[in-house]
């Protein structure tokens, strides 16, 4: 289980509304290093990220949904 601090939180969703491509790139880097370090699925990662923004941020449903289906990793079809 990951957990994001409500400050860390909002200043993902700040990142995102004010910064969205380099949030994407950002929010990349650390799906990648997470599952590089720990063995921590994207999957988990974008998951437990969107579900902080849900609670802490500002972004419409709307805008989060957008957003985050464009981390989603891709799948083995």
Same mark, same amino acid.
């Given at each position: 289980?990951?957990?994001?601090? !409500?400050?860390?939180?909002?200043?993902?969703?700040?990142?995102? !509304?004010?910064?969205?491509?380099?949030?994407?790139?950002?929010?990349?880097? +650390?799906?990648?290093?997470?599952?590089?370090?720990?063995? +921590?699925?994207?999957?988990?990662?974008?998951?437990?990220? !969107?579900?902080?923004?849900?609670?802490?941020?500002?972004?419409?449903?709307?805008?989060?949904?957008?957003?985050?289906?464009?981390?989603?990793?891709?799948?083995?079809?």
């Amino acid at each position: 289980m990951l957990y994001v601090s !409500r400050p860390i939180a909002e200043m993902l969703d700040w990142f995102i !509304r004010h910064y969205p491509e380099a949030a994407h790139a950002r929010i990349g880097d +650390i799906m990648h290093a997470a599952h590089q370090k720990w063995e +921590i699925p994207a999957e988990e990662t974008v998951r437990t990220l !969107r579900a902080a923004v849900s609670m802490d941020g500002k972004l419409s449903d709307e805008d989060r949904k957008a957003f985050f289906a464009l981390l989603a990793p891709p799948t083995n079809d």
